[in-house]
């Protein structure tokens, strides 16, 4: 099993009513994905992070192994969603996938 996690920073000049907004597209778009890709068993987007947050969007996935996650980063539906309503309204992105030993 591997885990995808990212973390993003929206752009600053967007207003407080875009951020939700944005946030709620992402959450929708990145989500939605479930089913649509091979070997993504889990997808999950966090947008109300405490204060003490110093990101704006997480997302937690799990794919099956390696290959999977390989494939998703080129998969049409994946990049509609990351071209669409991710990178326009981002300004930075952390990323670390990692395999789950048992």
Known sequence: MVKHIILWNLKDELT???KAEVKKEMKEGLEGLLGQISGLTEIKVL????ASSNADVMLDSTFEDEAALKAYAKHPAHVAVADGKVRPY???RACMDFEVLD
Do not use: C, I
Request: charged letters at 40%; a neutral charge; glycine letters at 10%.
């Open 47 to 50: 947008t109300d992070g405490l």
């Open 90 to 92: 981002t300004k930075s």
């Open 16 to 18: 407080k009513e875009q």
